[in-house]
Nanobody, 127 residues
């Protein structure tokens, strides 16, 4: 079991930046592929970014590529999402997720392949 708690959401103007963090407790954090997803009202959950267990491989949705950066600190049991040049369409609840399987970019872009989820943190970007 692993418990995930996101933090760092808030209200920001378009063009601004926010940093999210997801703290994990429970079993060894470095055993998990970590992903960030987001869900806007009335929309399906959407892949944002994923990072391999060691942090050496990262993958992003096209909509955030070049603006968002995922990273992790296995010593601190935390995964981060740095969001720059935010747009109103980035407004959503952002959730982190963990999966204990082997990393695969395409596989881990789909939410059904994750075992554990945080409760989410709201990000609102005003125009």
């Amino acid at each position: 079991q692993v418990q995930l708690v996101e933090s760092g959401g808030g209200l920001v103007q378009a063009g601004g930046s926010l940093g999210l963090a997801c703290a994990a407790s429970g079993r060894t954090f470095s055993s998990y592929v970590m992903g960030w997803f987001r869900q806007a009202p009335g929309k399906e959950r959407e892949f944002v970014a994923v990072i391999s267990k060691s942090g050496g491989i990262r993958n992003y949705a096209d909509s955030v590529k070049g603006r968002f950066t995922i990273s992790r600190d296995n010593a601190k049991n935390t995964v981060y999402l740095q969001m720059n040049t935010l747009k109103p369409e980035d407004t959503a609840v952002y959730l982190c997720a963990a999966d204990g399987g082997l990393y695969s970019g395409g596989y881990h872009s789909r939410s059904q392949h994750y075992d554990y989820w945080g409760q989410g943190t709201q990000v609102t970007v005003s125009s």
